[in-house]
């Protein structure tokens, strides 16, 4: 059910755009911009608690920008999928700003600093809430954008190494995603995703071929796999997370992943799988069926395959706090994804794999974002992030060490923290696909993910404290506490979630519903 | 024939500009991104479809898409006095001035790695050790 008028869908995008240009024309005083930005980050949270509200009560919203009716115009659909994405979203941001405060020296800060930022989050917000293929390029490259400043934010030797490698692969993975949109525009005679839904289910009434859907959308899976930071399209990965400051990092990769990873649940899942066509790789047994879906299932499983061993084996190896968090944000990142492979080879698991994907998206969001800040504390308290320069930092640094351990739990699958049921519902869509290959290296990425945890607690935690200044700032620990708290809550009060999951993957997988939602009644 | 000959051209476009990304000196490296995103940019305006008159409006009251009348199954579209697609070209329109952009960015970040590093040449940024 659509409601006309729906005004509260575009308020999550506005606040951060007008939060973004009230700090550029206050830029004259640091401590304004801090307000503002502050100020514009709590009103984010608040028009997205609103808008989760507004949906949960009352059913898909969408607004038809400037009121050109769709499929002419561009589609802003708020359905349970969107908000989920966007609690998330404000959740990790209202946090890294706030750390952003504290950890960015305010020279810095003043440059564009907290503009960058909100900027960053409008491009989130838009690709989380567009209904139109090239509207989503659009707000893909205004996040990008935003990123390629904040990555090379520090602008030393290292960081402008991270930032050309990152700018070079996504620049051209832009090209690409422009490849693919002009092709499925061509092939289906429209951008808005409602009605290329509406068009591949049936194509004879609309005079459209949609055999080459196939082959566009797997150029188009490519360009979101570089988003989301899966083998192989993970080289950017490290150096980036290194390079960008400590806030950046935690949002890259808290929120800025989980939008490749949204893309492919809302293109794939929602749009692209109506189609009805032969699909059949020669030579290769396992792709043969008649959604585009039996392609991405095999496809999707070595990916995500791929990243958790490489991604855990990597990260294992890492002298470094950042670079660990890094590679471990490749392994679980295969995680994530690796349900949504079980999920479009078998068809009568795949809400149950979207809604595990779901959960631990919201898992790795906050606990990656939690060890990327407390990553940001130590070097701020100790001055490396060196595991060779750390140790002892429990008993020197108490507060801050249990903020670590509770995002490094949260990883590995601890009850009663949220990254338990991450795991539970990734293993249990395994099991109800009857996936073993999926189930070994799920275990196998588990093993890994406890064996690099524990290393980088024993280096730097535990063991002989070294010699040094540890001088940690209350205010930077206040915020990770609350984190951590989060993290607990979310653990311990999982009913909430779940079944703010369970109604996201619904309308993920509900196409009619999203299609009448815009098409049939959806007015201005 | 303007069908083979634009493919032909994309394909050009796209082959130098990937044996540029792929060169040593990061201006060349640029160069190589803007010809790519510049060639998406023709694949898009050729999506749009190679018939029909420039989509201005005025110039007929009455002017339709060439889709639309390829639909509705008129022959000789062409001289029907159809208009090509005008979507597509205001989407090169948007994806140009997005290009301007992350352009201008990538060649100040060029700078930057220079003033850095003391050379363009990628073999010579080498590890940073922290």
Known sequence: MAVAGSQVAVAPLLVPLATAVAVLVVGFSWRLQVGVSVAGVRGYALAVAVLFDRVAGGGTLVYQVSGWPAPFGITLVADALSTFMLGLAATVAVAAVLFSVRAVDPFGQGLSYHALLHFMLVGVTGSFLTGDLFNLFVWFEVMLMASYVLVVFYSGPEQTRAALQYVVLNLIGSAVMLLAIGGLYAVTGTLNMADVARRLADPGAFGIDPAPVLGLSALLFAVFALKAGLVPFHFWVPPAYRAAPPPVAAVLAGVVKKVGVYAIVRLYFTVFAAATLPVDLPGVSAVAGDSVLAFYGPVVFVLAAASILLGGVAAVAQDDVEGLLAYSSIGQVGFIVLPLAIGAAVPAVRQVAVLATLVYTVNHGVAKALLFLTSGAIFDAVGSVRFSDLGGLAERAPVLSVCFLVGGLSLVGVPPLVGFLGKLYVFDALARGRATLALAVALIGAVLTIAYVTRAWNRGFWGPPLAGEVDVSREEVAILVALAVVVVVLGVGAEPLVRAADAASAAALDRGAYVSAVLGGGGT | ?130
């Open chain 2, 1 to 130: 024939m303007t069908q083979v000959v634009l493919a032909l051209v994309l394909g050009a476009l796209f082959a130098i500009g990937t044996y540029l990304v792929l060169r040593r000196d990061v201006v060349r490296v640029v160069w190589g991104v803007a010809i790519m995103s510049q060639a998406a940019n023709v694949y898009l305006v050729t999506m749009g479809g190679l018939v029909g008159r420039a989509p201005v409006l005025g110039h007929d009251a009455e002017a339709t898409t060439c889709a639309a009348a390829g639909a509705a199954g008129e022959a000789g579209s062409a001289a029907a006095g159809c208009v090509t697609d005008p979507l597509v070209q205001a989407l090169v329109l948007t994806a140009i001035v997005i290009g301007f952009g992350t352009t201008a960015f990538a060649l100040v970040l060029t700078y930057r790695v220079y003033e850095e590093h003391g050379t363009i040449d990628l073999d010579g940024l080498g590890e940073v050790v922290r």
